[in-house]
């Protein structure tokens, strides 16, 4: 190409201006040594240009893998709005809401209808799951009618999000559950894996009446077993009605149980009203808690 562009001039200047030939010659080959000695161009700040695109090129690859979103988790809010209003209210742009169970108080379809009613005309995108409240004598009639599924999973920006219920009276987490659970783990690979219950597996405390049954502790164990062999980054619970880490995991588990109920604890040992933001940000998975 380069030839033809220095034979195009010489050819349309023939027979005209030949005595012109070694000037021109000289001028050409005094051109290009120039050119041979100049140094390379340079972008911003003496950068040369094709090093400056490739690092632009390089962050823009870097900016399309950084996943980072937030969400807001509550627990045990016993039928009451009022505080489940003020979690929604802090709720940014693009966050959903998980309550970890206890919705009601156990009083019937009309408690749960008017709960699933103000959660509709939140305006917020919600996902829930049972607790021992919302299955009065053991039956989960009431919560398949109102709310669907007491078990489910799904997938965030890179994230599998499994919401468990582990609170079946006398059963914990029923074998075909876990059945399901162990199937759709195995479909998680490479995924921040989260997981949402109500009871928390291995709980330090029990507050209900009649304690823990052994089948109950341990299904939920098996349940925690499996999250941990998936690399569950961390577990949600309610049932206590405190703010509590008391398992640094994998996976951790955080009760978050302060959304309406009375509280278990004194407000030193995490017994007050709160929720939680979690953040997930590139596979690490953390929360804040925000008291109401």
């Not at 156990?106 to 699933?116: P, Q, S």
Request: glycine share 14%.
């Amino acid at each position: 190409m380069g030839t033809e562009e220095r034979e195009g001039p010489r050819r349309g200047c023939r027979g005209r201006r030949a005595k012109a030939r070694p000037l021109l010659s000289a001028f050409l080959l005094a051109f290009l040594l120039a050119l041979s000695l100049a140094p390379a161009s340079c972008g911003r700040e003496g950068m040369p240009l094709g090093t400056e695109a490739g690092e632009e090129e390089s962050g823009a690859a870097s900016q399309e893998s950084h996943v980072k979103f937030s969400f807001l988790v509550c627990g045990d809010p016993h039928g009451r709005t009022d505080l489940l209003a003020e979690v929604i209210a802090h709720a940014l742009e693009g966050e959903f809401l998980v309550v970890v169970g206890d919705i009601t108080t156990g009083r019937g379809v009309e408690e749960m209808r008017r709960m699933k009613g103000f959660l509709d005309g939140s305006g917020i995108t919600y996902h829930v799951i049972p607790g021992d409240n919302d299955m009065p004598g053991g039956s989960l009639d009431t919560f398949w009618q109102v709310f669907g599924a007491d078990y489910y999973s799904l997938d965030v920006q890179g994230a599998h999000l499994v919401f468990l219920n582990d609170a079946v009276p006398g059963v914990g987490c029923p074998p075909r559950e876990l059945s399901w659970l162990r199937e759709d783990l195995a479909g998680s690979a490479g995924k921040t894996v989260v997981a949402f219950a109500h009871v928390p597996p291995g709980a330090p405390v029990d507050i209900g009446k009649r304690g823990f049954v052994a089948r109950e502790s341990e299904s939920n164990r098996e349940m925690r077993d499996l999250l941990a062999s998936a690399g569950a980054s961390v577990i949600y619970c309610g049932h206590i009605h405190a703010y509590m880490l008391y398992a640094s995991g994998p996976p951790r588990v955080v009760v978050t149980g302060g959304a309406g109920a009375e509280p278990h604890l004194s407000p030193e040992s995490g017994g007050f009203h709160h929720f939680l933001r979690v953040t997930v940000e590139d596979g690490q998975v953390s929360e804040e808690v925000i008291p109401l």
